[in-house]
């Protein structure tokens, strides 16, 4: 009878995962929708990264942006509108092992979720956040919401948006412990790229604005911006984004900021003869509370007890 032989290598061949591996189902967005340049940019990076898929859970809330997680083949939680926030937190703080990447609308993060969206940004989890903002609602057909512009027309307000736009990078980059806040476009593949990997890398949240195209219900907001360049704000830095120089000669409008001037990006943020782009701000020593609450997880049921009933015994009388 013929046995294996003792000597022949069983090691598999070294894990090489491709796009493919991180497609899900297929996109139900809009032809020509800003989330689609998203999605590629995210699985790119993931490729690029080797990213195990079984180990990054992506969690959203409830818009089209939100249906993000069904389009990748990763773990996903498709929350409830406005909670992608705490449901991400949550995920990070019981499974520090996981990669994390939340994404949210205008609508979800800016409006009904803003609560979670402040008090997130404060605890400074390790998180990749994408706001993917389109300055409408998408997917209950096109109501205002807060980033829309002064007059821009919608069903909620047929006659023009009456306040002025909420600001979603002033707003981050007012809150305490705010660690990493950039912004880029859809429409730019290199920038868009390499965003998302700084936001990536860093060790906290990191809060990305995406101005989206929504060619389906705000395709006039952005259109100038698409085929004119001068229309955005290049900022340039050896600590910001990384850009080949190439690409970066292209912006005709460019400033030299320092994303370590919390009160400069605060100015920049503000601006709005131009929409800027790059890194507003990082600190990568801000605290973070997904370290704090994470402590203990590798101990036993047992050791937790004991851990437990000396805390208590300390309050006996
Ligand atoms: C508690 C609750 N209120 C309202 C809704 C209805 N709703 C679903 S998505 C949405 C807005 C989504 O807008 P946004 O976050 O900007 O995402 P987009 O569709 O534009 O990507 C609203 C109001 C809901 N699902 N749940
Ligand atoms: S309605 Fe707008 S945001 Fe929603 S899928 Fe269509 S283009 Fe995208």
């Given amino acids: 009878m013929q046995g294996l032989r003792r000597d022949w290598p069983v090691e598999p061949p070294p894990r090489q995962c491709t796009l493919d591996d991180y497609r899900g189902a297929d996109p139900r967005w809009c032809p020509g929708c800003g989330d689609h340049a998203v999605l590629g940019a995210v699985q790119r990076l993931a490729r690029d990264r080797q990213l195990a898929p079984e180990k990054v859970v992506v969690a959203s809330g409830?818009?089209?942006?939100?249906?993000?997680?069904?389009?990748?083949?990763?773990?996903?939680?498709?929350?409830?509108?406005?909670?992608?926030?705490?449901?991400?937190?949550?995920?990070?703080?019981?499974?520090?092992?996981?990669?994390?990447?939340?994404?949210?609308?205008?609508?979800?993060?800016?409006?009904?979720?803003?609560?979670?969206?402040?008090?997130a940004i404060r605890y400074n989890m390790k998180l990749t956040v994408l706001l993917l903002d389109n300055n409408?609602?998408?997917?209950?057909?096109?109501?205002?919401?807060?980033?829309?512009?002064?007059?821009?027309?919608?069903?909620?307000?047929?006659?023009?948006?009456?306040?002025?736009?909420?600001?979603?990078?002033?707003?981050?980059?007012?809150?305490?412990?705010?660690?990493?806040?950039?912004?880029?476009?859809?429409?730019?593949?290199?920038?868009?790229?390499?965003?998302?990997?700084?936001?990536?890398?860093?060790?906290?949240?990191?809060?990305?604005?995406?101005?989206?195209?929504?060619?389906?219900?705000?395709?006039f907001v952005f259109d100038q911006a698409l085929h004119d360049l001068g229309q955005v704000l290049f900022m340039t830095h050896p600590a910001g984004i990384p850009m080949d120089a190439m690409h970066a000669a292209r912006f005709p409008k460019q400033v030299l900021h320092d994303p370590g001037d919390l009160a400069e990006a605060r100015t920049l943020a503000e601006r709005d003869d131009a929409y800027p782009i790059g890194l507003f701000y990082r600190n990568p020593n801000a605290s973070r509370y997904d370290q704090i609450t994470s402590q203990g997880l590798s101990k036993s049921p047992v050791e937790k007890l004991a851990a437990v009933e000396q805390l208590i015994e300390r309050f006996a009388i």
């Fill in 62 to 119: 409830i818009g089209c942006s939100s249906r993000f997680p069904h389009y990748m083949s990763t773990y996903g939680f498709h929350g409830l509108h406005g909670r992608a926030f705490p449901v991400a937190c949550g995920v990070r703080s019981r499974r520090p092992d996981l990669d994390v990447f939340m994404v949210t609308g205008d609508g979800d993060c800016c409006a009904i979720g803003t609560a979670h969206w402040i008090h």
């Fill in 136 to 219: 409408v609602y998408g997917l209950t057909k096109n109501q205002t919401s807060p980033t829309a512009s002064t007059g821009q027309r919608s069903n909620t307000h047929p006659r023009g948006s009456t306040l002025p736009p909420l600001n979603p990078i002033a707003v981050t980059l007012g809150i305490s412990n705010a660690s990493f806040v950039a912004q880029t476009v859809d429409w730019n593949p290199p920038h868009l790229d390499a965003t998302i990997r700084a936001a990536y890398d860093h060790p906290g949240t990191a809060f990305v604005r995406i101005l989206q195209r929504c060619p389906h219900f705000t395709s």
